[in-house]
């Protein structure tokens, strides 16, 4: 509705106008989400899965040296609770499909 209600309502009909906005934004991404995919190829999809991959790869190995060099966890205490975690799923084969928390 906008100024007017905005003017009628004063701060909360700004806010239902911002309740609006973040809909109509929220249903946009979803629409571009939804055609994204739908115009992409196998290969630009494979590309794409496989770019988004090795940044994660990146920031993770960042994160773990991080950690390292400050002493809040060892190399060793690492590798152990990645097996510990790698087990939980029912199969310690190098892949986790459980809960992240």
Known sequence: ?????????????????????????????REIAGSFRKDMSQDEIIHHLMTENAQLKLYFASLVRLLIRKGSISKDELAALVAVVDAEDGSADGQFNGEIV
């Open 1 to 29: 509705m906008g100024w007017g209600r905005t003017l009628l309502l004063g701060v909360f009909g700004n806010r239902l106008d911002i309740e609006d906005a973040e809909h109509d934004i929220a249903c946009l991404k």
